[in-house]
């Protein structure tokens, strides 16, 4: 009787055991979350003085090469004292992270427009058709590679894994630029199917985007194969298989989940190139974005928009790769927490 009211010591012990557990996962958690923070401050600091540092690079003086040579001597030195260029350098960087830090880019050279304001008119063109890509290389990609790998599993249709490694290979190897201009020139030109340039409603986003997205949807395609292929090969796929699971049950609701997080890797890396790749590709149409407008400023020697636009771009990135590692940690931890 005695023994049966005695308490168990394996209840207490194991729910210690439990409690010990979590409390050394929050502490990774947190350590993880740490890491990732410090390192983004880091990059972000180490962007705002090579931006700072982009203007004193420049060979000469920015502000004789923007206004000309031509320009009298005394709205040189005017132009000079009202960008602090005439300070001294660590006055200079001082000023300009706590001017950037609060919002202020700067005005324009040429127009006298603040860049926050050009900055902040165009940047919505430029997210939105990065965004816009990424979807719809992630929509189409992520089946392809999967029906491919399916296709594929054990060796079977040799010609369907030929075709596919070599066009999306051949995908990935051409620029966005290059699609630009083939699409222009017969979608635009030839068929008139699409508007050639500039952002005239939904139809004028077709070019664009498939010019962004046509590259980024062949690599993603060749990962999700990859990806899919081994977890086809994996114990629990024969183990549905043996049980004469339905294939779309076992495709979708358990070999898809556990392809996604090489995907979803990719997938921020990609938002991230897309951005930067867009230049070109609004170059190429006209776009109204700040891809198209960091060409207009570097032509036109217009240096504090250049500047900001460039500011803006690389702190996109950071922001971006750093949601998705904490994505990441969220969705595998045990491959992304336990990083040193």
């Not at 005439?86 to 050279?109: A, C, H, K, M, W």
Request: zero cysteines; aromatic letters at 6%; hydrophobic letters at 50%.
């Amino acid at each position: 009787m005695a023994e049966s009211l005695r308490p168990s010591a394996a209840g207490p012990s194991a729910e210690g055991g439990r409690a010990a557990r979590r409390t050394l996962a929050g502490r990774v958690r947190n350590g993880f979350v740490l890491r990732r923070v410090v390192r983004f401050v880091v990059s972000l600091a180490v962007l705002l003085v090579a931006s700072f540092a982009m203007m004193h690079l420049i060979p000469g003086d920015p502000v004789r090469a923007s206004l000309g040579p031509a320009a009298p001597v005394e709205l040189v030195a005017a132009r000079r004292a009202a960008l602090g260029l005439d300070e001294p350098i660590l006055s200079q960087l001082l000023s300009y992270v706590r001017n950037v830090l609060s919002g202020d880019f700067g005005t324009s050279f040429l127009s006298g427009e603040p860049v926050r304001e050009i900055i902040a008119s165009r940047l919505p063109n430029t997210l939105g058709l990065a965004l816009i890509a990424t979807v719809v290389a992630l929509l189409v990609a992520v089946p392809l590679g999967m029906w491919a790998a399916i296709r594929t599993e054990n060796g079977r249709n040799r010609g369907t894994e030929v075709t596919f490694t070599s066009a999306t290979g051949a995908a990935v190897a051409v620029p966005e630029f290059l699609y630009s201009i083939a699409l222009v020139t017969v979608f635009a030109i030839g068929l008139r199917w699409f508007p050639p340039a500039g952002k005239a409603g939904p139809v004028s986003y077709i070019l664009p985007i498939l010019s962004l997205s046509i590259s980024p949807t062949a690599m993603i395609a060749r990962i999700s194969r990859v990806e899919t292929l081994r977890e086809l090969g994996s114990d629990y796929v024969r183990l549905a298989r043996a049980k004469r699971l339905p294939a779309a049950r076992l495709y979708f609701r358990h070999v898809l989940p556990n392809t996604l997080t090489a995907t979803l890797t990719v997938g921020g890396l990609l938002l991230t190139a897309l951005i930067a790749g867009s230049v070109l590709v609004e170059y190429v149409f006209a776009w109204p974005g700040l891809g198209l407008r960091i060409v207009e400023s570097i032509t036109q020697k217009d240096y504090p928009v250049a500047q900001g636009v460039i500011l803006v771009y690389g702190a996109i990135v950071l922001v971006v790769n750093l949601l998705v590692d904490l994505l990441l940690g969220v969705l595998d931890p045990t491959s992304k927490l336990k990083e040193t």
